[in-house]
């Protein structure tokens, strides 16, 4: 018999890496890109509080409700054709965005581009094992992580410059010559791939996880409005307890759970999840709520804005080069502990917030807010896949995805409704008519407007004031969860650190790998997305599957 035939690697493999790099670089900064677009859109559109929470929170609660069934109709219907489907919807959605003039039709707009999001986020890595081979694949993946990671500090700076330039729609309009170019790159570049064998979408579990909770954020974001006993709000409640109560039901019955929630019986994976969605939860709670601050409070034009977000972007990526080295000496509890720590005590120190403190004191607790984000979510996030088995990788990442963009959302809604219920309680409008009380009453840029139009100089202090006191309550409450999940982290996360670990710490997976579909399995790339892709992330490194033939990478091979 002769020698098997060797596989020669698709030439224009770098090519199509290049369009898919530049796909998760669009999905990177498209999360941070519209926080400082917001006072824009709430001054132009007159957007109110709870509406600037829905068009953050519409994006996240579509993409967390979608990921997991689109990763299974690429599985079953062709990665590349759905990958195709995710950047057309994203791309109509990111056009629909650029011609509204309505908030409403933003939020629209925005839940397109989650449904789009939900099934490019997936499929952009599930499709490079057709391209590269295990000697490469390493630095490819860490090339897409990367450039979802890296998104996120250029969100607020080329936001901030299209505000400056052009109008609000401009933050909607970048997206579009990048993603034709991803559409036409895969259309010629990108092998087909398939696994006929994948479980069926559950169309009933992805539409109780949608419902309950849209739900669930509709009740939190509306509360201050309609107030907190009012029967919509309780009936929002109560529907979304019943919705997710019976999803729960369902999945634990199902012999091939959409949603494997039996992994959370891990006590590894389950309090690296937890400690992974509470600092989601903090980080969007935050990024809603301080460009408003930068912008309206203290003045800053929308680009200056966004490098004042910098320390923390800077103070986050330091982190997530030093966390690997220390959980590789110390093992992960100590520096997620540590790092929520940090966390709690840069927000309770922003939490005393002053009207008229300067940018000097903001960027402190900014630099301190992001060593700890890096310190508390990289190993998190490393260490949740670390623990799962080899062969429940791709469901196992999946979920861990699924929980930080419900983290995310739950985080936008709550902290934003805290800020607007303690803004209106704060707001002095006893002696202006209905129409302009209600209309200052929206948000603080409302305020602002009405004080303008009346030349009422108390009124926009007032305004500015009552924001204050709401943001002090929301880095408040943000404080105390932080500390929360430090002190739990510390009693019950366990602390692996002995053999079987690789080389950032994490513990290598506890099952034997199942045959890995050469074609194109998606479970190794599925981890790594899990670490590198996504709102909010700042990190590329993802535990290495040693049995694996999708390598996912280590340090030098491309990642962080």
């Not at 890595?125 to 897409?144: C, H, I, N, T, Y």
């Not at 935050?286 to 800053?300: A, H, K, R, S």
């Not at 590329?540 to 599957?545: N, Q, R």
Request: with cysteine.
């Amino acid at each position: 018999m002769g020698a098997p035939t060797q596989h020669r690697p698709d030439p224009r493999r770098w090519w199509a890496l290049g369009a898919i790099v530049a796909c998760m670089l669009v999905l990177g900064f498209d999360g941070t890109i519209l926080n400082v677009a917001l006072p824009t859109m709430a001054s132009q559109l007159g957007a109110g509080t709870g509406q600037q929470q829905w068009i953050a929170d519409s994006y996240l609660v579509v993409l967390a409700a979608l990921m997991l069934p689109a990763g299974l109709l690429g599985d079953r219907f062709g990665r590349r054709r759905m990958l195709i489907t995710g950047l057309a919807i994203f791309l109509a959605g990111s056009l629909l965005g650029t011609v509204v003039d309505a908030p409403g039709l933003v939020i629209a707009a925005r839940t397109v581009m989650g449904a789009g999001a939900a099934l490019i986020m997936p499929l952009a890595m599930s499709v490079l094992p057709s391209l590269f081979g295990p000697d490469e694949r390493g630095k490819a993946v860490g090339a897409v992580s990367a450039a979802s990671a890296l998104g996120m500090p250029l969100g607020p700076i080329v936001g901030g410059w299209l505000l400056d330039h052009f109008w609000w729609g401009s933050v909607f309009l970048i997206n579009v010559p990048l993603v034709a170019i991803g559409i036409a790159a895969c259309v010629f570049l990108l092998p087909e791939t398939k696994d006929p064998a994948s479980p069926k979408v559950d169309t009933v579990s992805s539409a109780l996880t949608a419902l309950g909770l849209g739900l669930l954020v509709f009740g939190v974001i509306e509360g201050p409005t309609r107030g907190w006993g009012s029967a919509v709000v309780l009936g929002a409640f109560a529907g979304a307890v019943v919705l997710l109560v019976a999803l729960v039901l369902r999945e634990r019955r199902s012999v091939r759970p959409m949603l494997d929630l039996t992994l959370l019986g891990d006590r590894g994976f389950r309090w690296n999840a937890i400690a992974a969605t509470l600092v989601t939860f903090t980080l969007m709670g935050l990024l809603f709520v301080l460009p408003q601050y930068l912008q309206v409070i203290q003045g800053n034009d929308a680009f200056g804005t966004g490098l004042r977000m910098m320390p923390m972007m800077a103070g986050m990526l330091v982190a997530s080069r030093g966390a690997p080295p220390l959980v590789a000496r110390f093992g992960p509890r100590p520096v997620i502990s540590c790092g929520l720590f940090v966390l709690a005590f840069a927000a309770l120190l922003a939490s005393d917030t002053h009207l008229g403190d300067g940018y000097g004191t903001v960027v402190v607790w900014l630099l301190i807010t992001g060593f700890g984000f890096g310190f508390a979510l990289i190993p998190a996030m490393s260490n949740a896949l670390g623990a799962l088995p080899a062969d429940r990788a791709g469901s196992g990442s999946g979920l861990l995805m699924t929980l930080r963009q419900v983290g995310g959302a739950i985080g936008v809604a709550v902290l934003g409704s805290l800020l607007a219920a303690a803004y209106r309680s704060h707001l002095n409008t006893g002696a202006l008519p209905h129409d302009a009380a209600h209309a200052a009453g929206e948000s603080v840029v409302g305020g602002h407007v009405v004080a303008a139009r009346l030349g009422d100089a108390a009124l926009r202090h007032s305004a500015d004031a009552a924001f204050v006191d709401g943001m002090n309550l929301a880095l408040l409450v943000t404080g105390i969860a932080a500390l929360a999940a430090a002190l739990l982290v510390a009693a019950f996360l366990p602390n692996p650190r002995r053999a079987g670990r690789t080389v950032t710490g994490t513990t290598t997976p506890k099952a034997a790998t199942s045959p890995s579909d050469t074609s194109g399995t998606p479970d190794a790339p599925r981890m790594a997305a899990a670490v590198g892709a996504g709102v909010g992330t700042a990190t590329t490194t993802a535990p290495t599957t040693a049995t694996s033939d999708a390598v996912v990478p280590e340090p030098g091979d491309g990642g962080q």
